[in-house]
């Protein structure tokens, strides 16, 4: 009976069961239906509610993955093609999910349609007041998740499309088929993400129609796979990011074939789509194998850090003229200098048209101070529009950010800002909080990088090794008060007073670590060089950076913080990337 279910429901989803046939009868386990059995372990850990979430697999694979994501991630080593998966991926909480499809489907389908109530369901919509000058059709509408994992972000599409065509009477038997045949779109690297993704819409769909399966419907996900066909050479490296050169169909000789996966896959990678929602792939560019840098450094020369900047980009070229390019990602490329092309292309050609800063505690499982997202929408060719932005910052670093959400939307303590305004700070940062008097301040007052010569400082490779709070060290072994590099050298001490940033602090203060450089560094400059000889290092990374301005006299301050508070630090520190400082001339330090 098991078997006769298993190759019954191959007929229906041959994408998530595969037909058993008398000798792979072999490879089931004997007890696959005792009570001892991983199944069955399975079951009871569930809870009835959560039993009865199609999601539920999907959250599974999240947790049966994070091992193997750890493991890649601890290794400290370029990742191959197939660990980019493992290492990039950074699941969203429901609250977000919510967020950026309610303000992308549900703004879309709320400018076609002022009148509707579909907004009442949306919790995490926020009202504005733009118009459409065409109606779109319920069928017409397209949504895509260019890394859609195991469709989180796609099944409560699903929900509000479902709520969309109920409001326009559509027959309730035919809405799940039209929604997996007409809107929903998705693709991913990772095979058994595509695949969950696939089992979660038809589930979806059997939860809505209890007769669906009797329908010859099929999800339109892909897992991205090379066909053997030169225009998708590398796609499991590059993903979604790579286009298609060529409008011909995979035809190789008498061994042509154009399987429904190939031309959904070549339709989606050249389309464009009215809303394109994602939380995409996080990892730096020198984490990541040269094939995939030199794709990014050719193709997206104004995002090229990180493959989630890079992801912003290439959504916009898949987003529709008007239409809504959504994402979860980290919350620094709204500021600092590294993503100011980015800032100034989007700028230049679209509008925000709906951003939350959440800042701290984004993402509850990861329990990181480093992980602090924004969550954004931009509308693509509207350039110049007023746009609505909520900072979540302002609430305690561990607290709870839904509710945060909540209750600034509810006090309206939304900013109304136009994206043009951004341009006015040198570098284009999206400080929506900043007041128009502030934005004069930088055009008429002189810029520090005309007053001071501000620097990264060293990073060791090592702070267990290298690092220590100054009262593990005894007195005598640390050294004060050196002037230069020579000094400390000539001192014969090992430890040195170290700027490595810390809590928020004005003025003066934060103090508390030294660092091992005695004789000029010599222990962390031979452990870089043999890190950088195992391939444990990148070359950029391979001895300490800026060290002429060690032990001089300047200023310092907090990279990771909230608010800016500049530090005193007299002669003889050195610092890091947490502490990084300026160096003005000595009459201009306390004036």
Not at 453 to 468: C, Y
Request: hydrophobic share 35%; with cysteine.
């Amino acid at each position: 009976l098991f078997i006769a279910t298993c190759n019954n429901y191959s007929r229906l989803m041959p994408f998530m069961f595969e037909a058993i046939s008398d000798y792979t009868e072999l490879l089931l386990p004997e007890d696959m239906l005792s009570s001892n059995s991983i199944r069955s372990k399975v079951v009871e850990a569930m809870s009835s509610e959560d039993s009865k979430d199609v999601e539920i697999i999907g959250w599974l694979y999240q947790f049966y993955i994070n091992e193997k994501k750890d493991e890649v991630i601890q290794a400290k080593k370029k990742y191959k093609t197939s660990e980019i998966p493992f290492a990039s991926q950074l699941f969203t909480p429901d609250w977000l999910v919510q967020y950026i499809t309610d303000n992308t489907l549900g703004q879309l389908w709320m400018e076609n349609n002022p009148n509707s109530s579909l907004k009442e369901s949306m919790q995490y919509y926020v009202a504005r007041d733009t118009l459409s000058d065409k109606k779109l059709l319920p069928e017409e509408i397209k949504v895509f998740d260019p890394c859609c994992g195991s469709g989180h972000t796609l099944t409560y599409a699903f929900d509000l499309l479902t709520a969309i065509y109920e409001e326009e009477g559509y027959n309730k038997s035919e809405i799940p088929s039209l929604i997996l045949q007409n809107n929903l779109f998705g693709c991913d690297i990772d095979k058994r993400a595509s695949v969950l993704a696939n089992f979660a819409l038809t589930m979806k769909a059997r939860q809505y129609h209890k007769r669906f399966f009797k329908k010859d419907v099929k999800p339109n996900i892909v897992e991205l796979e090379d066909y053997g066909s030169d225009e998708f050479v590398g796609i499991k490296n590059f993903g979604s990011l790579l286009v298609p050169y060529s409008s011909a169909s995979f035809d190789d000789g008498i061994f042509g074939q154009s399987t429904r996966e190939y031309d959904i896959q070549k339709k989606i990678l050249s389309s464009e789509f009215h809303c394109v929602v994602t939380n995409p792939p996080y990892k730096a560019k020198g984490d990541l194998n040269k094939e995939l840098q030199k794709y990014m450094e050719k193709n997206y020369p104004n995002s090229k850090a990180d493959l989630f900047s890079v992801f912003i980009e290439r959504c916009l070229e898949l987003t529709k003229s008007n239409g809504f390019s959504s994402m979860v990602t980290m919350q620094g490329w709204l500021f600092i200098d590294t993503y100011k092309d980015l800032r100034k292309f989007i700028l230049d050609n679209h509008s925000f048209d709906n951003l939350i800063q959440i800042g701290f505690n984004s993402f509850p499982e990861l329990n990181s101070k480093f992980a602090l997202a924004a969550s954004f929408i931009i509308q693509k060719n509207q350039k110049g529009k007023i746009g609505s932005f909520i900072s979540l910052n302002n609430a305690p670093k561990n607290a709870n950010k839904e509710q945060v959400f909540f209750n600034q939307k509810e006090s309206n303590s939304i900013f109304k800002v136009n994206s043009e305004s951004f341009k006015s700070i040198d570098g284009n940062p999206i400080s929506f909080e900043a007041s128009g008097d502030l934005r004069k301040v930088f055009k008429i007052s002189k810029k520090l990088k005309n007053e001071a010569e501000p620097r990264v400082g060293l990073q060791t490779g090592s702070n267990d090794d290298f690092v220590r709070f100054w009262y593990e060290i005894s007195s005598e072994l640390i050294g004060l008060n050196c002037h230069t590099i020579e000094e400390s050298v000539t001192s014969k001490k090992k430890w040195f007073p170290y700027n490595k940033g810390g809590g928020f602090r004005k003025w003066y203060g934060n103090q508390l670590f030294v660092v091992d450089w005695e004789n000029d560094g010599f222990n962390i400059r031979q452990d870089k060089l043999d890190k950088l000889e195992r391939g444990l290092c990148l070359p950029g990374n391979s001895k300490p950076k800026n060290t002429q301005y060690y032990f001089r006299e300047g200023i310092t301050w907090s990279l990771i913080g909230l608010t800016f508070g500049p530090r005193y630090t007299p002669v003889g520190s050195l610092f890091d990337v947490g502490g990084s400082s300026a160096f003005p001339e000595k009459n201009k330090i306390l004036n």
